[in-house]
């Protein structure tokens, strides 16, 4: 089976909870990460803070995460470990294939995320038309920027 894209690497993991002071104590404060911006969306439920860890091509994002409503959905602060972000070299070519493959997507289809890349996730749990899903992990792709596509083809020796 021939894939057309490539998981180039980790982009982020977010993590959430009901409030992200708590959890920038640790990220931040004690382990040192950077915070480099923050992303607050009514539609996503979400008031989040990005940190970071590494540089460059090679940056992994840390998003803390709390929701603006803990009644709301989507309830970000519910799985600790809300989701993981992978880095895709072709994010449409993958959509297509995936789809064509059974995987079933979230809602949402691909779109600007916070830190302003293409993104789209696959949806954590399978359905009778969807058969392929998370497993109850909730999974954003990401389409990589030239550079960073660049700097994992360099990495790899191509």
Do not use: C
């Not at 640790?26 to 439920?45: K, Q």
């Not at 992994?60 to 880095?87: I, S, Y």
């Not at 979230?106 to 949806?123: Q, V």
């Amino acid at each position: 089976m021939t894939r057309p894209f490539k998981v180039l690497g980790i982009q982020q993991i977010a993590i959430g909870g009901p409030d992200k002071l708590r959890l920038r104590r640790l990220w931040v404060d004690m382990l040192g990460l950077e915070l480099t911006g923050n992303f607050r969306s009514e539609r996503e439920n979400v008031d989040e803070d990005i940190a970071a860890i590494g540089s460059g091509p090679f940056k992994v994002e840390v998003d803390l995460m709390q929701p603006l409503d803990p009644e709301r959905k989507p309830a970000v602060h519910a799985t600790p470990l809300n989701h993981v972000g992978l880095w895709i070299d072709d994010l449409p070519k993958a959509v297509e294939w995936l789809t064509a493959q059974g995987v079933r997507f979230a809602p949402g289809g691909i779109r600007k995320g916070a830190a302003g890349y293409d993104i789209t996730f696959l949806h954590p749990r399978a359905s009778d038309e969807f058969p392929i899903a998370g497993e109850g992990v909730l999974v954003e792709l990401v389409q990589a920027p030239p550079e960073v596509i660049q700097a994992f083809a360099a990495l790899a020796g191509r």
